[in-house]
């Protein structure tokens, strides 16, 4: 429980091993535990580090939405949960791994708690609205009409399906939330971070990972990959899972 709020976690607390490092995956704005599938567990495989994930509220088998009403802070309030599950699990040398919202949150985290995270891995975060991501939830919203995209997301988050997508759309989508963005918080990220993006994105740009690579103060870099789009941990995870080891192995015996 994080806020009197039922968060599912993808194990118990029992089988984190508190003197290894510890990577926390991050889902995107549809996304959920099972849907990282097996990326997390190869990625403990390949390091012996603790690998888990959680359910944000409203997702996956989470408690629902307290509201679908959100406003331009909800990602920061999502980074602030994470901190407190940090330190209620008592968690050191945090590895975050966050995909698009997740990625977002992961940036946000490492600035509000630089204490507990030695290094950050996004793919396809956002750090401001563009045209391109405006286009790419339109485009969602006409597959969620008129293709099977509901019933797949069914399978995952049940009766809170429609809530998960219309707070995405609807947040995004409004004229309010075009104004969005988190720069100010990058220069207060202090520990290493690879900044992930496939060059055929249908969410974003190039000046996304600029922004964050040129913009932090901790090293940063980025890893473009060619032929992949929003999801480059599934569309190409051989090369995410290289170049994911390579990065922490400098973080962690440097």
């Not at 690579?213 to 941990?233: A, D, F, R």
């Amino acid at each position: 429980m994080i806020d009197n709020h039922r968060l599912r976690l993808s194990t118990t607390i029992d089988l984190i091993d508190k003197r290894k490092p510890t990577f926390i995956f991050l889902h995107d704005s549809l996304g959920c535990n099972e849907l990282w599938r097996d990326f997390p567990q190869k990625l403990a495989s390949e390091t012996g580090y603790n690998a888990i994930s959680y359910d944000r509220q409203g997702y996956g088998q989470s408690e629902p939405f307290a509201t679908l009403e959100r406003d331009h802070n909800y990602l920061k309030k999502e980074a602030q949960t994470l901190g407190k599950i940090i330190k209620h699990l008592s968690l050191k040398n945090v590895i975050l791994f966050g995909h698009s919202d997740g990625g977002s949150i992961a940036l946000l985290a490492a600035a509000l708690f630089p204490e507990s995270i030695i290094g950050i891995i996004t793919e396809g975060a956002h750090v401001f609205v563009e045209q391109e991501t405006i286009n790419g939830i339109k485009a969602a919203v006409e597959a969620y009409k008129n293709t099977n995209l509901r019933e797949k997301l069914i399978k995952y988050h049940g009766d809170k399906t429609d809530d998960v997508f219309r707070v995405w759309t609807k947040t995004w989508l409004s004229k309010s939330y075009q104004s969005w963005n988190i720069e100010e918080y990058l220069p207060h990220i202090i520990c290493p971070s690879l900044i992930i993006q496939g060059k055929k994105d249908e969410y974003g740009t190039i000046d996304q990972v600029n922004a964050i690579v040129n913009t932090t103060k901790g090293n940063s870099t980025s890893l473009l990959i060619p032929e992949v789009g929003h999801t480059p941990h599934r569309e190409n995870p051989e090369v995410v899972i290289g170049e994911t080891i390579k990065f922490i192995r400098k973080i962690v015996f440097s």
